[in-house]
């Protein structure tokens, strides 16, 4: 085996595993497509670029798995965690970025290490020669000539579900006589003041008007992709709608946590929560409003959500295919095909979901693929770590059903995408819990919080300890 990795797509699992590798001492030929050959999501031929949304979600490391992710993502010396840092935007107790400045931070790093050759072109094929190490993180927009040689490599076809983007608005088009700003209950987070958020109240009728326009308005056709599951972390907002007239305002339009500063004795039937989207305050997504509308319906419905009236918007929803393998059936636990294992997965290709699960899972390939270079053995990180959970059930931890109800856990038909999250960790020590000193009872959610802090300790410690032996 050459000391040459070839590492293919330079999103945020392909960037991130170029810089570990790089800096492992690897001599890296990252393979880009963009500009090329372009997708019908991105906008620009930065490496890392961000389609979907600006945020890396919750960075609280105590209670909340994403953050604790962020946490040993930071530990383990994360391109995609400095530059996110560097480049934060107010956004409540999550970490959101401005995703132009972060696109041109990661590439400038990128092109500037000594270690790392950029190829722009298109890798249409797993012909490579014999002896080659490669990780493949081309993400859900893996071009067709690639995923359908990965399709012919795996024996299994790809499985696929739709992605869709939500929408931007011109700040400045926000009429802040009807919207007020305000983070919900007031919660502080990285760089925020507890006023992160612009929000817009509806009452229940326009609430109600506004699911009818929602049902009603024209989509975009499948055609071929019909009947293609969703990843129920985003979910087209119509789609939600269809499931029941009030799951939207228990879910992204919830009004909990708010108080309308223009009319504080009348709670909110609903709010809509805008998002800052760029270091200068010029720009706002809509949170949680991805879909499949088409244009010319999401102006008309979106302008008659209060403060929205005159929006302008920046970029308009989309939706595009998303592809991911069948991971536990194809992979080994290191990420490697079990049948050519100089070839390595990595990112949303791997059925992980998430910004921070994908370039997760870049930092692991690239260590793992450091290693069989070099020809070292290299533990796996602790099942225990938000990294080690998300890994395990990537490759060996995923459980479904057949349609009699008997388990069978390399079932290809119910593999999905999962975001990391406290459930994949290991329980905690019997014994382990303890109520502090004087509390003779558990009240409310303290438990459980107690509970997520004692797991998220242990995940740090141990990460620490695995990521000082392999790094």
């Known amino acids: 085996m050459n000391n040459k990795l070839h590492i293919i797509g330079g999103g945020l699992a392909g960037s991130e595993a170029a810089w570990q590798a790089a800096n492992l001492g690897m001599s890296v030929v990252l393979h880009e497509m963009r500009p090329i050959r ?19 979600r919750s960075d609280d490391a105590e209670t909340n798995a994403v953050g604790l992710l962020h946490a040993e993502m930071r530990l383990a010396n994360s391109l995609v965690m400095r530059c996110g840092d560097e480049h934060k935007v107010p956004a409540g107790s999550a970490l959101a970025v401005d995703r132009e400045q972060f696109s041109k931070a990661v590439t400038a790093v990128l092109e500037s290490h000594s270690g790392i050759e950029i190829i722009r072109e298109e890798v249409t094929s797993l012909d490579f020669e014999v002896g080659t190490s490669v990780i493949i993180a081309t993400g ?3 071009s067709p000539d690639l995923a359908s040689a990965i399709s012919g490599e795996t024996g299994e076809e790809s499985l696929s579900f739709f992605d869709a983007i939500a929408p931007i608005v011109h700040f400045d088009s926000i009429d802040l006589s009807k919207a007020w700003f305000q983070s919900r209950y007031d919660k502080v987070g990285p760089g925020g003041t507890g006023k992160d958020y612009i929000n817009c109240p509806l009452n229940e009728d326009a609430y109600n008007r506004f699911i009818d326009q929602l049902l009603a308005g024209e989509k975009t056709e499948f055609k071929e992709w019909e009947n293609v599951p969703y990843f129920d972390g985003c979910l087209p907002i119509e789609v939600m709608a269809e499931r029941g007239r009030e799951t939207l305002r228990h879910g992204p339009m ?5 108080t309308n500063q223009h009319k504080p004795d009348e709670k909110p039937y609903a709010v809509v929560q805008l998002r800052q989207d760029n270091a200068l305050g010029t720009l706002y997504n809509i949170v949680g409003f991805q879909t499949k509308l088409k244009h010319g319906a999401q102006t008309d419905i979106f302008r008659s959500i209060p403060g929205l009236a005159q929006a302008e918007f920046a970029r308009l929803g989309g939706i595009h295919r998303n592809t991911y393998i069948n991971s536990p059936k194809v992979l080994n636990e290191k990420l490697a095909l079990k049948h ?10 791997t059925g992980c979901e998430g910004y921070v699960e994908s370039a997760a899972t870049g930092i692991l390939a690239a260590r793992f693929a450091t290693a069989e270079i070099n020809g070292v053995e290299i533990e796996l990180p602790p099942i225990t770590t938000a990294m080690g959970a998300l890994l395990h059930h990537i490759t060996t931890g995923h459980v ?4 009699d109800g008997s388990s069978n856990e390399r079932s290809k038909r119910s593999f999905q995408p999962m975001n990391v999250n406290f459930g994949l960790l290991p329980p905690l020590a019997e014994g382990t819990l303890k109520k502090p000193e004087g509390v003779k009872r558990w009240r409310g959610k303290e438990k459980a919080m107690a509970k997520k802090k004692a797991m998220s300790a242990r995940a740090l410690l141990e990460f620490a300890n695995w990521d000082s032996g392999v790094s």
């Open 400 to 403: 479904s059903y057949d349609e």
């Open 340 to 349: 050519r294992s100089n070839i390595r997965f990595a990112g949303q290709l």
């Open 38 to 56: 372009v997708t019908d999501a991105h906008q620009t031929d930065g490496l890392a670029e961000l389609v979907c949304s600006n945020s890396f």
């Open 140 to 142: 859900p927009l893996t």
């Open 254 to 258: 919830k009004p909990m946590g708010l």
